[in-house]
């Protein structure tokens, strides 16, 4: 492989992108959540157009699809390689100042526009696997946009090595990059079956060597409580205060069911955002299990819990559950192909394969559910959705040999 070359590439295309103010808008009532979204995509429909794809566009959705025509006599599976272009909410991305630390030396990495900002190996024990490797990291004052800007430039990196190396065969390869992942419905209109893929992978995973096929279930939950407002001068034995009824039921929320105490295989509840006043005031939650059943038992607390911290007070109260996503699993283990042939790619370059179960969701859960068999594979995007955000080029070179890998695999194996 062209390693130089291509690794000049994947940092020309990510240093570029991840200067887009891509942010999604988790209040806006439009899809894509905001237009800043599109000026990416519609760019990114160019290149694609550009590097000779076929059938190239983006719909009125922002949804952009590309295909690269097989060079292959087998009847292969259509493969598609997703990345999203929208960057999370908590942290701003106007104004991305990427810095890059060639040849990493080890050390503690202070970010240069914010003194307080310093990316510790105590607390980032990843970064001693990427001594030697060029690094890019935020300036301290936004994030970097690796999630997903890393899994964009990887996929587009990919394409190119396969336009420019006919002698890799391949079956029909598709591309999707799509709006809004961040704020949960990033391929709520996405329309599987004209896409006409048979496999997905997306590209939005962090350390090297990590495929992931297993998500939570997750859903939300809304508390309501409404009170009696009156003139607090005149208000004995009348006014029933909505927001001590919601302050009680916090305090009632148990601990053991906190993401602050929770890892691996275990769910949460977790409070997200409050809207307060005497006569009403309101909560809303995330449920996340890898055990369906068990989202039955956290709505089951905030039910109990909300009732007693309404009648504490006297108050009334209502409460309102939605699903979200799905877990992954209960399709893709009816496909298992779809990861064997990954790891068996990984296996190939020497790469070690590290499975685990994303805490979180993904475009490839929805993806799945809608029938396209996707799992996650890693790009090397590391402390995503905050100032000390990070990423090693090399990573992400490794991860566009994986997507080429994997190519191969599917056309030597059909």
């Known amino acids: 492989m062209d390693n130089k070359k291509y690794l000049d590439k994947i940092k020309t295309r990510f240093l570029k992108y991840v200067k887009y103010d891509t942010q999604s ?11 800043k979204e599109l000026v990416l995509l519609n760019d990114l429909k160019n290149e694609l157009n550009e590097l000779g794809l076929d059938d190239t566009k983006i719909d009125e959705y922002g949804y952009v699809t590309a295909i690269l025509k ?8 259509v493969l598609a390689f997703v990345s999203h272009v929208d960057t999370a909410t908590e942290v701003t991305g106007k104004k991305v100042n990427p810095q890059l630390i060639e040849n990493y030396d080890g050390s503690d990495i202070q970010l240069i526009n914010d003194a307080t900002q310093v990316i510790k190996v105590e607390s980032n024990p990843y970064l001693k696997n990427l001594v030697g490797h060029d690094i890019v990291t935020t300036d301290g004052t936004t994030l970097l946009g690796a999630d997903d800007k890393s899994g964009v430039a990887v996929v587009m990196s990919a394409i190119d ?27 709520k209109f996405f329309d599987v079956e004209k896409f006409g893929a048979d496999y997905g992978y997306t590209l939005d995973g962090s350390v090297k060597g990590e495929i992931e096929f297993e998500n939570f279930n997750a859903y939300g939950a809304k508390v309501k409580f409404f009170g009696k407002a009156i003139h607090p001068g005149y208000a004995k034995d009348k006014m029933i205060n909505a927001i001590k009824a919601l302050s009680y039921f916090v305090t009632l929320l148990p601990d053991e069911h906190s ?13 997200i955002t ?25 709505k089951e607390i905030i039910n109990t819990l909300a009732k007693k911290a309404a009648d504490q007070f006297g108050a009334k109260f209502e409460v309102e559950f939605n699903e979200q996503y799905k877990s992954m699993n209960e399709v893709i283990k009816n496909h298992i192909k779809v990861v064997d042939y990954a790891k068996e790619a990984m296996d190939r370059l020497g790469i070690e394969v590290i499975t685990k179960p994303i805490r979180g969701g993904t475009d490839g859960a929805t993806l799945t559910h809608k029938g396209l068999p996707c799992p996650k594979l890693f790009t090397g995007q590391q402390n995503y959705h905050g100032k000390q955000e990070y990423i090693s080029l090399q990573d992400m070179f490794d991860s566009m040999r994986t997507v080429v890998e994997i190519c191969k695999v599917w056309e030597e194996k059909s």
């Open 274 to 298: 409050m809207n307060s006043g005497n006569e009403e005031a309101s909560i809303t939650f995330i449920l996340r299990d890898f055990e369906l059943e068990k989202i039955n038992d956290y």
């Open 25 to 35: 808008d988790p209040d806006s009532e439009t899809y894509p959540s905001t237009e």
């Open 161 to 187: 090595y396969l336009i420019n190396h006919p002698e890799i065969k391949h079956g029909d390869i598709k591309v999707l990059f799509n709006p809004d992942e961040e704020v949960g419905t990033g391929t």
């Open 259 to 271: 993401p602050e105490h929770t890892d691996g295989y275990k769910g949460f509840i977790h409070p």
């Open 70 to 77: 097989s060079n292959t006599e087998k009847n292969v599976p």
